[in-house]
């Protein structure tokens, strides 16, 4: 298969950010696995929004309601193709990844007894851990973890074994933010419906990289954040079968999801309604939309090849920094690259880089578990996006090198 080659310098030009300075030197961004930047043409969504036509949804008669809730549920539709849903009401929209994880956890509270067990990955963010140790408080269920090798790749026997009549629901993410593996997530998917249980892939990582057709992977419920794909922050998707969004109870009172309300007895409105508790972030779901559209301009083949040659570079140049080590080699991984460099503290290293205009992330990046696997306090991690040139990552490799002259 020939994929298209990117044109990069045309594709920087689209990001207004990266014509920015940072202390005097012109911005590297390396971030991209806390959040990416944002394009003109989802930037001018934003703005046409509230210089044309904002107004609440779903609600009014007037011409600028109708243009606001049409434009909303377009970037429903958008959202619906991009990922091959069955049906546009199994899409819900948040705030995020974090909010669509608690609204599923908080929803099963009634479906789980003592003894029922959930499995985790050992890999997880935080905001896919933390939910679920409250639905175990409540419901007296059982919290078990599938482990990880030193290579940061799930070890798939352990978790045939763990799986059992008593696993209700397993989670696991698409992609680890922290270490960039990609996990194998028909395989866990197939595995744990054989015993019954519900599955939640968290995306949050893998969109931004991988297209996926989630009815193709029959995924129970699959949760995205717009910000990490060149949307704004505090909107994103939940996607669940119907079948389940229709037995899990509400997770908000409030407007848009009821169907009627007295005071004897409320009944709620039909999906995606009933989890769209009042008033949504409008301008932040058709900038999603947006997004899609500006990613997908672009063409996801061509950018998973060009983020894979660029992961590859870089791997091979920082290795040739003695005393760096990489944490997370799995054989499928995106371009998230963790790493410390020995009897340096992460920390220092971030500040003194940050100087030269390079941003990278340090520390357990929302997965201590990690970080206590491997027995360190954090790493620095550098995550590439497909606006990223090699030129980037040399000036990392050098900025790290200018770091490691100054600490050591
Ligand atoms: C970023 C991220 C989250 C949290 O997403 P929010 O947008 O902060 O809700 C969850 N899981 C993974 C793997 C992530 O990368």
């Known amino acids: 298969m020939i994929t298209k080659t990117l044109d990069i310098q045309t594709i920087r030009k689209d990001f207004p950010i990266l014509q920015r300075e940072v202390n005097g030197k012109p911005l590297v961004y390396l971030d991209n696995a806390a959040t990416s930047q944002t394009p003109q043409q989802v930037i001018d969504t934003i703005v046409d929004y509230y210089q044309n036509y904002n ?12 243009e606001a809730t049409d434009a909303y549920e377009a970037a429903r539709q958008k959202i619906q193709k991009h990922f091959n849903i069955a049906k546009a009401h199994e899409i819900i929209f948040t705030s995020g990844t974090t909010q669509s994880i608690n609204l599923v956890a908080t929803g099963f509270t009634s479906f789980l007894k003592e003894g029922d067990e959930i499995l985790v990955s050992a890999m997880e963010h935080h905001s896919n851990i933390v939910p679920w140790q409250m639905l175990c408080e409540r419901t007296g269920a059982l919290l078990k973890v599938i482990p990880m090798n030193l290579d940061g790749e799930l070890v798939m026997e352990e978790y ?13 993410n698409h992609v680890s933010n922290a270490l960039g593996t990609v996990n194998p997530i028909e395989k866990i998917i197939d595995a744990a419906h054989k015993v019954g249980a519900a599955v939640l892939i968290d995306g949050a990582q ?12 029959d995924v129970d419920f699959y949760t995205v954040s717009a910000h990490k794909m060149c949307g704004p922050t505090g909107v994103g998707m939940l996607y669940g079968k119907e079948e389940w969004l229709k037995k899990l109870p509400p997770y908000q009172g409030g407007g848009e999801m009821i169907a009627e309300v007295t005071f004897e007895k409320t009944t709620y409105a039909d999906l995606p309604h009933k989890f769209e508790a009042g008033t949504p972030n409008i301008c932040g779901g058709i900038a999603f939309g947006a997004a899609l559209d500006y990613m997908n301009s672009i063409g996801f083949d061509a950018i998973a090849q060009y983020e894979d040659e660029l992961l590859q570079y870089a791997t091979e140049q920082l290795l040739t920094i003695e005393g760096l080590k990489i944490y997370g080699t799995a054989v499928h991984k995106t ?9 340096i503290h992460p920390y220092d290293i971030g500040t003194i880089v940050d100087k030269l205009g390079i941003a990278v992330r340090t520390g357990h990046h929302c997965a201590q578990p990690i970080m206590d696997f491997y027995q360190i306090p954090g790493t620095v991690r550098a995550s590439f996006s497909f606006y990223n040139t090699k030129e980037e990552v040399d000036k990392l490799v050098e900025g790290i090198k200018r770091a490691k002259n100054m600490l050591l």
């Not at 045939?160 to 696991?172: A, E, P, Q, Y």
């Not at 893998?206 to 992977?217: R, V, Y």
């Not at 371009?335 to 009897?343: C, K, L």
């Open 160 to 172: 045939h074994n763990l799986l059992s009549d008593k696993t209700k629901l397993v989670f696991c």
């Open 55 to 66: 107004a609440n949804i779903h609600r009014g008669v007037h011409t600028l309601s109708q």
């Open 206 to 217: 893998a969109a931004p990289h991988i297209k996926a057709d989630l009815q193709a992977l």
């Open 335 to 343: 371009s998230v690259i963790s790493f410390n460099i020995e009897g």
